[in-house]
């Protein structure tokens, strides 16, 4: 058993150094000047600033981290809220045409995005939404609705429907059963749906090159990527970017982390 365990903590460590690697690479680099031949794995003999500096200015990342604040903000309250509101009559309420939805919600889970780009460029250019945060927004709670949807529910059904009945006994209607008894005992899967949607719309990169296309309406990812074209190829500027647009998302998780993991885990129990 005991031997067991040790091979169990060996191969968490071996996954643990595997994961860290590239955020070495990243810091080492980073920190390196343009003209500094080093080998990428050792680390930087002084700590070159300039690679913050320049990809700062030169890359706009003051507006581009407004355009990630607003949208991921926007579309994480959106997806957090519709989910809930959808969730709580698929869980409650087990009829046909409920079962049909959940069924219909989940199974838009395995459509890849990018099978579907053509159209979806062809619809937000007949809307209005080039290079318009809420087209973007749009996008975001569409393909993120599905899996806050498939945690909602499951964890509703692990709340005792006894708890509704009591209410409703008491007086309570079902729009404020709903927000005062149910939204607050969601706040373990909420974090999680929080993360989640956070991180892909913090992180996204094939919708943004796509519908934001002017400068002013870039995101980290799409201002980032202008640093690598056919005559220009800043390393240690993007790795000092990507440093710096990495470091909220890190900091809310690492806040936030236990709640993710029991919302995750109670989420996913019961469908």
Known sequence: MKKSKKALLLLTMVISIIHLIPFYLLITVSF??????S????????????????????????QAFVNNILITAISVLLVVFLGACASYP???YKTRFNRFMFVFFISAMIVPPLTILVPLYKFIVDIGGLNQPWAIILLH???????TIFLF?????????????????DGMSRFSLFFRIIMPLLKPVTVTVMILTGVNVWNDYQFSVFFLQSSESHTLT??????????VNNVGWVAAGSLLSSLPIIILYLFLQKYFISGLSSGAVKG
Do not use: C, H
Request: charged share 20%.
């Open 141 to 147: 709670v569409t393909f993120n609705l599905p899996i």
């Open 39 to 62: 080998s990428k794995w050792l680390p930087p003999a002084t700590l070159y600033l300039d690679n913050f500096i320049n990809a700062w200015k030169e890359a706009n990342l003051g």
């Open 222 to 231: 799409v201002a980032l990527s202008s640093f690598f074209s056919q005559y």
């Open 153 to 169: 529910t499951g964890f509703i059904n692990t709340i005792p429907r006894e708890l509704d009945e009591a209410a409703m006994i």
């Open 32 to 37: 390196k000047p343009v003209d500094d031949t």
């Open 90 to 92: 698929l869980a409650r």
